[in-house]
């Protein structure tokens, strides 16, 4: 029932931007204009590529406004304060623009609750998510130990998980 109101909530209104060679989309809700869009998603393309997204295969990647997320996140019974959220079985996950760009208010905020700088909050965001989505794992504690090791570097073990097939 919540990929069937984020896919409510993402389709029509929303636009896909040019994909990549990959199978991934990118995509940017209402209210971007193409602009920002095209920023946020430069900003983040290389953070995916830095932590091998690209092996997930087909997977999409949302951009969501940070006057929207809060609302969002409500509606999809998710953590309001967490500024990325990924949908395994929908091989997509969501992230809060201030990620990418952010008014004063929104990096103090994230600062506060994060203790992070926002330079290394994107990292530690995507790294995250994806210790969750490369090995099919909701498991948070599991999620934060992979992002360290893809932070560090190391090969990521997905002990207790399955891993994602490829779509490829």
Same mark, same amino acid.
């Given at each position: 029932m919540k990929f069937f109101t984020l896919l409510i909530l993402f389709t029509?209104?929303?636009?896909?931007?040019?994909?990549?060679?990959a199978p991934q989309k990118f995509i940017c809700n209402t209210g971007y204009t193409l602009q920002q869009c095209h920023r946020q998603i430069s900003a983040l393309r290389p953070i995916l590529d830095k932590?091998?997204?690209?092996?997930?295969?087909?997977?999409?990647?949302? $951009?969501?406004? @940070?006057?929207?997320?809060r609302p969002?996140?409500? !509606?999809?019974a998710a953590s309001?304060?967490?500024?990325?959220?990924?949908?395994?079985?929908?091989?997509?996950?969501?992230f809060e623009e201030a990620l990418m760009e952010s008014s004063a208010a929104n990096r103090a905020e994230l600062l506060r609750y994060w203790g992070l700088p926002l330079n290394q909050l994107l990292d530690e965001a995507v790294s995250h998510e $994806?210790?969750? @989505?490369?090995?099919?794992?909701?498991?948070?504690? !599991?999620?934060?130990?992979r992002a360290r090791a893809l932070q560090e570097?190391?090969?990521?073990?997905?002990?207790?998980a399955k891993e994602i097939p490829s779509a490829r």
């Open positions: 029509t209104p929303y636009s896909v931007l040019a994909q990549s060679s932590f091998h997204a690209d092996a997930l295969g087909q997977w999409t990647w949302i $951009l969501v406004r @940070s006057e929207d997320w969002l996140m409500y !509606r999809l309001p304060d967490s500024p990325a959220v990924t949908f395994l079985d929908k091989r997509t996950t969501l $994806l210790g969750h @989505s490369l090995c099919n794992d909701p498991d948070e504690t !599991r999620a934060e130990r570097g190391k090969k990521l073990v997905c002990e207790a």
